[in-house]
């Protein structure tokens, strides 16, 4: 007779099989359990065939990554707990030291960071490429080059760059190209048709969509690529938990619908904005004037996310804009973007040190359009300009 407490681990009731809901179950484990020693031994732990260790893959986390390799149109993704850490996966798995990497001039800032900090430490160099300017982008490339970041639109300067011509460079020169498609959602732009190798997706925006999760997802489609990067985040332990992989999940079917929402509503008060005298400049994609506009037009099916920043007249100091953001009720002060709630930041550009081509003059603000009433949003918006001046 065994005691409570061993049938209370080891109880002998197995629930029926076959049970279905429209939810994908949730398996959640450090360990994993082998019938026997023989197939213990045999476990191949970088197979998707089976399980091995919690880390290296669940029925949840194996059932996210194939459909975020579907929705970005690759063949294997890698899970990591975030972004930045996806960003810092592929540079990890795919550089040693003498080599080089290049980022574009608007790149996600941690990103740079990385190359300036733990990179240079180990002896991998970085350029800075300026991201409109191909001329400029091819000759940065040298024998050292051994991957390229992409970046499209900058995520605060919102200029869209060709990066399908950026790819087709790398391809001429054999390099690799990285592209941080965050922006895209896995709706507006397939980065793999335009041409890239390696397709990264912070889900915490648009996938996660609660301003709840934080997860990132590095997609490719060759094999010995994949490969490479999948050792690499085994040998530095990246995993992420069931239950974000569970929120995820839930997300995704909706994604399409909440990423056209916000599109159709940042439009909308992209567009009142810009005929507002308080504006002197509208940086958003979709619009015509709108630095690398013609590129979004050709590569992005008419799709758009819900981000635009605006430039404020330069008879605006940073204390009156800085006073329009602090003045928003609907709209809250905060980075990142994807979820439910409008979010602004005020940006002074010549602290970030972008690009080699900002000549525009005048404060930055960059909106996130969430998901509430846009006539609600637009008043909140209106109420805040009247109250700066
Ligand atoms: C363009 C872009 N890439 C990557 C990231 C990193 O994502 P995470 O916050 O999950 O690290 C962000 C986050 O703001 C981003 O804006």
Known sequence: MTKPVTDLIHHPYIPPAGFAAPQPPVYKASTVIFKDVAAMRARDWRSKAGYTYGLHGTPTTFMLEERIATL???????????????????????????????????????????????FRRWGITHQVYDSMDLADFERRIGPKTK??????????????????????????????????????GGVALNGFDAGCDIVVHALTKYPSGGGDVLMGAVVTRDDA????????????????????????????????????????????????????GEIAQLLHPAFAGSPGHENWNRLCGGHAAGLFSVLFDQRFTQAQVDRFCDSLRLFKLGYSWGGPVSLVVPYDMSQIRLAHHWPEKGILVRFSVGLEDVQDLRADIQQSLEGMK
Not at 81 to 99: C, F, H, N
Not at 154 to 180: K, T
Not at 252 to 263: G, I, K, M, N, T
């Open 72 to 118: 970005e149109g690759g063949k294997h993704c890698v899970l990591y707990p975030s972004g930045l850490a996806a960003i810092s996966g592929v540079g990890t798995a795919l550089l040693s030291s003498g080599d080089e990497v290049l980022i574009p001039s608007n790149v996600y800032g941690p990103n740079k960071a990385l190359c300036e900090g733990e």
């Open 147 to 184: 991957l390229v970041w992409l970046e499209a639109p900058g995520s605060v300067s919102m200029e869209f760059p060709a990066i399908d011509e950026q790819a087709r460079i790398c391809r001429q020169r054999g390099v690799l190209s990285a592209l941080d498609n965050t922006w895209a």
């Open 225 to 276: 690529l994949n490969e490479k990067i999948k050792l690499a985040h085994m040998r530095l332990g990246f995993g992420v938990g069931a239950n974000d992989a569970e929120s995820l999940l839930r997300s995704l079917p909706s994604l399409p619908v909440r990423y056209a929402a916000h599109d159709r509503a940042a439009r909308e008060l992209a567009s009142w904005l810009s005929t507002r």
